[in-house]
């Protein structure tokens, strides 16, 4: 089975090191939130990934974080019984299954027999080659198309991560080798670090970061350094974690972990919900797609993003959503100085946090860095 050819190549952007990939890639990583406390039937999981291939999407972004390996497992055991030929992207770097883990606690929890979970940031060496292995493992991949770091782990020099990945490269086990919510300063180190450890036979092939229409940080300096070494950008949330899919007006019960996200406050969901209902339904109407199909065409439409990462809590959602790359290609595209507009009316809208989850965490790295 090859999704590759339904696409047109205008829905296509190239990915150094993975080649041309369709601007939507399916994110694995709501594949937790998809089964509230416990495990859904795999036919469930299978509709989603149907509906992925049939819209002609040819990668899955996933990470060992992801419901905790469930995620990685999840994927691996649908490209086993589908035999499916699509890029999965998976991650290294924040580990909570290793006994020697280091590094500073990005978050903790419990797991659903209430044990206790702690997530550490760990990019030395040894941890990254030991996380490729059980990525590969829960995976059922001998090679990883491509292995990102999750997060900056600032008490390893970025030469050292970078060297373990460029091993794993040498060794056959990893495509391509990317990172993830890094600044513009270490995006450049680290694009630097694997030309020179590789003698100049691997590049750096992305990054990704948080990007949508209320989330516009990485166009400031990551995306200077994205645009000047041809690297891919992948943007994910591209729908604000629901909020931009004009179903998370105030009135919506949120009892996830979004309830506390301070983008996803009363007032705010208010302010964006009217934005939606004045920018996006009239326009979604005209052209008989959803709210979510036009946010996520915005951020497929911007020059400087490879592609978006999209989430999707069932195959009918991802179905509304995927709509967006018949308004970025082919006959019915729309009218990118439309696009262009939406995002100047997104951009002015008063928030009453102004900082999206991911920014206030990575405000919280800088000032820890810089004390
Ligand atoms: N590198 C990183 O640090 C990082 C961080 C976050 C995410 N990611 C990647 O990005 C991917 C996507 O991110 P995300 O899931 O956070 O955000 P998203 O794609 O912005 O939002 C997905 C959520 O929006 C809602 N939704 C989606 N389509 C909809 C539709 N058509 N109509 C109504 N609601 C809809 C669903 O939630 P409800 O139905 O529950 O409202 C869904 O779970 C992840 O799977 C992951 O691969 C990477």
Redesign the pocket.
């Known amino acids: 089975m090859d999704a590759r050819s339904s696409l047109p190549v205008s829905a296509r952007r190239a990915l150094p090191g993975l080649g041309s990939i369709a601007r939507v890639v399916l ?4 594949f937790e ?1 998809l089964a509230p406390g416990g495990a859904r039937a795999s036919g469930e999981y299978d509709a989603v990934f149907d509906t992925a291939l049939e819209a002609g999407l040819d990668a899955i ?2 990470a060992p974080l992801y419901g905790f390996g469930d995620s990685e497992r999840i994927v691996g055991a649908w490209l086993k019984r589908s035999g499916a030929r699509v890029s999965v992207l998976t991650k290294v770097g924040l580990v909570w299954d290793a006994p020697d883990a280091h590094g500073e606690v990005l978050f903790q929890t419990r797991d659903a027999a209430g044990r206790p979970i702690v997530v550490r940031r760990d990019s030395r060496p040894p941890s990254v080659l030991a996380e490729i292995e059980r990525s590969r493992e829960r995976l059922g991949l001998e090679r990883l198309p491509l292995v990102q770091v ?2 900056r782990d600032r008490s390893v020099p970025i030469d050292e991560t970078m060297g373990a990945l460029v091993d794993a490269w040498r060794s056959k086990k990893v495509g391509a080798v990317g990172v ?2 890094y600044d513009a300063a270490d995006l450049e180190t680290a694009a630097r670090a694997v030309e020179r450890l590789s003698r100049g036979e691997l590049r750096l092939s992305c990054t ?1 970061g ?1 990007y ?1 229409l209320l989330a516009r940080d990485v166009e400031r300096e990551v995306h200077k350094v994205v645009r000047a070494r041809s690297l891919g950008f992948l943007a ?7 909020l931009l ?1 004009g ?2 007006g105030p009135d919506r019960v949120v009892s996830d972990w979004r309830a506390g996200q301070p983008l996803f406050s009363d007032v705010n969901r208010r302010t964006i919900q009217s934005a939606i209902e004045r920018e996006l339904s009239p326009l979604a109407r005209r052209h008989g797609v ?1 709210v ?1 199909a036009l946010a996520l065409a915005w951020v497929i439409s911007r020059e400087d993003v490879t592609a978006a ?5 069932d195959a009918a ?2 179905r ?2 995927l709509a967006a790359l018949r308004l970025v290609s082919g006959d019915r595209a729309i009218d990118p100085r439309v696009l262009d507009r939406v995002g100047d009316a997104f951009s002015s809208l008063e928030l009453a946090t102004g900082r999206s989850p991911f920014a206030a965490l990575r405000d919280r790295l800088f000032r820890r860095r810089g004390a």
């Open positions: 994110g694995a990583m709501s939130r972004d996933t999750h997060h993830s919510n990704q948080l949508h994910f949330s591209p729908l604000a974690q629901g899919t179903t998370m959803t979510s990462i999209v989430g999707a809590r959602q991802l509304g959503s």
